[in-house]
Nanobody
Framework: QVQLVESGGGLVQAGGSLRLSCTASGRTFTFSSHARGWFRQAPGKEREFVAAISWDVVSIYYADSVKGRFAISRDNAKNTVYLQMNNLNAEDTASYYC????????????????WGQGTQVTVSS
């Protein structure tokens, strides 16, 4: 059984920052070779891609809406991926989901082999 567990969500004022973490457990020996990513879903909207990073950190992708404000990183020794979110605004309010797939390109297309349960981020204006 593989699990992705997110943490770090919460309530923050507009202009503030949060750092999300996602740690894999279970058959984690495969995760160092998996691309990792983040998606989000706001109430009444479809889930959307946010960021992805390849297993070797060579390829990194961001949604246009978060470029320059969000940064994805990973620590393979800890089976953990991070999302540093800066200059948050009300449009960033959503549940954020961690994902893992064979390639970062798959993640940009909305495909994932594994999903986390989500962590809520609420930005107050």
């Amino acid at each position: 059984q593989v699990q992705l567990v997110e943490s770090g969500g919460g309530l923050v004022q507009a202009g503030g920052s949060l750092r999300l973490s996602c740690t894999a457990s279970g058959r984690t020996f495969t995760f160092s070779s998996h691309a990792r990513g983040w998606f989000r879903q706001a109430p009444g909207k479809e889930r959307e891609f946010v960021a992805a990073i390849s297993w070797d950190v060579v390829s990194i992708y961001y949604a246009d809406s978060v470029k320059g404000r969000f940064a994805i990183s990973r620590d393979n020794a800890k089976n953990t991926v991070y999302l540093q979110m800066n200059n948050l605004n009300a449009e960033d309010t959503a549940s954020y989901y961690c994902a893992a797939a064979g390639t970062s390109r798959e993640l940009t297309r909305g495909r994932s082999d594994y999903w986390g349960q989500g962590t809520q981020v609420t930005v107050s204006s």
